[in-house]
């Protein structure tokens, strides 16, 4: 199981400008996600007034979202879910959100929780969505991630990235 062994973090984000960016596709997966971040947010200090939550249509989309959103938001949470299907469709998605999210980080510098299920059948997508019965709550993992990795950079007192 992924969430195996998955440490547990704790600190005290209050303050923290948040923009969960979330995508549509599979709305009952997408709500568990969103629901879980908030969570992950709440129990990190993190206030409900500083949290932005913003939809685009699908995973895909999280990228042009988040990089437009990064200049103005201390911390992103990138939420999406692909499940495999019949055709190359499911490879060329996760890999692009994959990179995208990832070339903003590395470039803006900004933490960037990622939690895009990437499965084979709805089941499992519906296993870590967070839901009630749920065996992982990625979307709570992810904003944890995101939050703990922005304050620890803080703490380090380096400068932030420039564009």
């Given at each position: 199981?992924?969430?195996?062994?998955?440490?547990?973090?704790?600190?005290?984000?209050?303050?923290?400008?948040?923009?969960?960016?979330?995508?549509?596709?599979?709305?009952?997966?997408?709500?568990?996600?969103?629901?879980?971040?908030?969570?992950?947010?709440?129990?990190?200090?993190?206030?409900?007034?500083?949290?932005?939550?913003?939809?685009?249509?699908?995973?895909?989309?999280?990228?042009?979202?988040?990089?437009?959103?990064?200049?103005?938001?201390?911390?992103?949470?990138?939420?999406?879910?692909?499940?495999?299907?019949?055709?190359?469709?499911?490879?060329?998605?996760?890999?692009?959100?994959?990179?995208?999210?990832?070339?903003?980080?590395?470039?803006?510098?900004?933490?960037?929780?990622?939690?895009?299920?990437?499965?084979?059948?709805?089941?499992?997508?519906?296993?870590?969505?967070?839901?009630?019965?749920?065996?992982?709550?990625?979307?709570?993992?992810?904003?944890?991630?995101?939050?703990?990795?922005?304050?620890?950079?803080?703490?380090?007192?380096l400068p932030a990235a420039t564009l």
């Amino acid at each position: 199981m992924s969430g195996h062994g998955a440490p547990t973090l704790s600190t005290d984000a209050a303050g923290l400008r948040v923009a969960v960016v979330a995508a549509s596709w599979h709305e009952q997966v997408m709500n568990g996600l969103i629901d879980g971040a908030r969570r992950g947010l709440a129990d990190a200090g993190v206030r409900d007034d500083d949290v932005t939550l913003v939809r685009v249509p699908g995973t895909f989309e999280l990228t042009a979202a988040c990089a437009r959103l990064a200049p103005h938001f201390d911390v992103l949470v990138a939420l999406g879910v692909v499940i495999r299907g019949g055709t190359p469709h499911f490879d060329y998605v996760c890999s692009a959100a994959t990179d995208g999210l990832t070339q903003i980080g590395v470039t803006t510098g900004k933490a960037i929780g990622f939690g895009v299920l990437t499965c084979d059948t709805d089941a499992q997508a519906l296993d870590r969505a967070g839901l009630e019965g749920s065996s992982e709550d990625k979307g709570h993992e992810a904003a944890t991630a995101a939050v703990v990795t922005e304050m620890t950079l803080r703490s380090l007192q380096l400068p932030a990235a420039t564009l």
